[in-house]
């Protein structure tokens, strides 16, 4: 009996007399060794991005050049002593309060700044700026949540309040103290490299972002305060003092101070 394949078709001149099938499908059959290979591939490949995600990774936790050292700043030459309605009032009665110790201060800071600026109606504000050259590990800035305490202050309030420049908002943190009779409303924020950054994710992308270029990124600490007990006057008042200053300095050197 004539066998004919499953796509073959079938002749119109066959005798009716005889019986006559088709071939059943044969099942597709793929070649051991090919299979093999392709496996053998995507496992190469996949080794391979592991590796250049590794290798990646050592560049960003390995970072060289300062930035420091490419782009140097001095806080005392960047921060006029006069802008906008303020002026600088030195050696006044007014403590401006250090996060640390001296000793622990030079160790976590290349620079600070501490000022006490007045305006035409005698409302004063105490400025402090901490400036590090490295903010990984253990050089990071550290939070007034933390140093005011630290000096005996208690610690009422903390939250996460933008400032609203012409250039744009300030990630800027507020805070409400206290040391017996003096009442302290605090500003203050962080700047890594030419960014401001707010909670340590924000920090830790800012960090591997300098790190893919083999750089170490500087870091500020921008914080000022006022002898208020009416929050919301301090608020503002502070606000106007950063508005003015701001607008008072080059774009790079405002980069530099509030990210913008």
């Known amino acids: 009996m004539p066998v004919f394949g499953p796509d073959e078709i079938l002749p119109n001149n066959l005798p009716n007399n005889r019986t006559y099938r088709r071939q059943?499908?044969?099942?597709?059959?793929?070649?051991?060794?090919?299979?093999?290979?392709?496996?053998?591939?995507?496992?190469?490949?996949?080794i391979a991005a592991l590796m250049f995600s590794a290798s990646v990774?050592?560049?960003?936790?390995?970072?060289?050049?300062?930035?420091?050292?490419?782009?140097?700043?001095?806080?005392?030459?960047?921060?006029?002593?006069?802008?906008?309605?303020?002026?600088?009032e030195p050696q006044v009665g007014l403590q401006v309060v250090n996060p640390q110790t001296q000793a622990l201060l030079d160790k976590l800071y290349s620079q600070i700044l501490t000022r006490t600026y007045v305006n035409t109606q005698g409302y004063r504000v105490m400025l402090s700026l901490a400036y590090g050259s490295d903010q990984r590990g253990a050089l990071q800035a550290?939070?007034?949540?933390?140093?005011?305490?630290?000096?005996?202050?208690?610690?009422?309030?903390?939250?996460?309040?933008?400032?609203?420049?012409?250039?744009?908002?300030?990630?800027?943190?507020?805070?409400?103290?206290?040391?017996?009779?003096?009442?302290?409303p605090i500003t203050y924020w962080f700047t890594v490299g030419d960014e401001a950054v707010q909670g340590k994710l924000q920090k830790r992308l800012v960090d591997l972002r300098y790190g893919l270029t083999g750089q170490i990124p500087d870091g500020l600490l921008f914080r000022i305060s006022s002898i208020d007990g009416n929050q919301d006057r301090a608020n503002?008042?502070?606000?106007?003092?950063?508005?003015?200053?701001?607008?008072?300095?080059?774009?790079?050197?405002?980069?530099?101070?509030?990210?913008l």
């Open 24 to 46: 059943p499908d044969i099942p597709l059959r793929l070649n051991s060794s090919k299979v093999k290979t392709m496996s053998t591939n995507r496992i190469a490949l996949l």
């Open 142 to 184: 550290h939070k007034p949540e933390v140093c005011y305490p630290a000096q005996g202050f208690t610690l009422h309030s903390s939250k996460a309040a933008p400032l609203t420049t012409p250039f744009g908002d300030i990630p800027a943190q507020r805070l409400y103290t206290t040391l017996g009779q003096r009442q302290e």
């Open 236 to 259: 503002q008042t502070q606000d106007q003092f950063v508005n003015q200053l701001l607008q008072a300095i080059p774009p790079g050197d405002r980069k530099r101070l509030s990210g």
């Open 57 to 88: 990774s050592a560049i960003a936790l390995r970072p060289e050049l300062k930035v420091a050292d490419i782009s140097a700043i001095s806080l005392d030459t960047m921060i006029p002593k006069q802008f906008g309605d303020w002026r600088e």
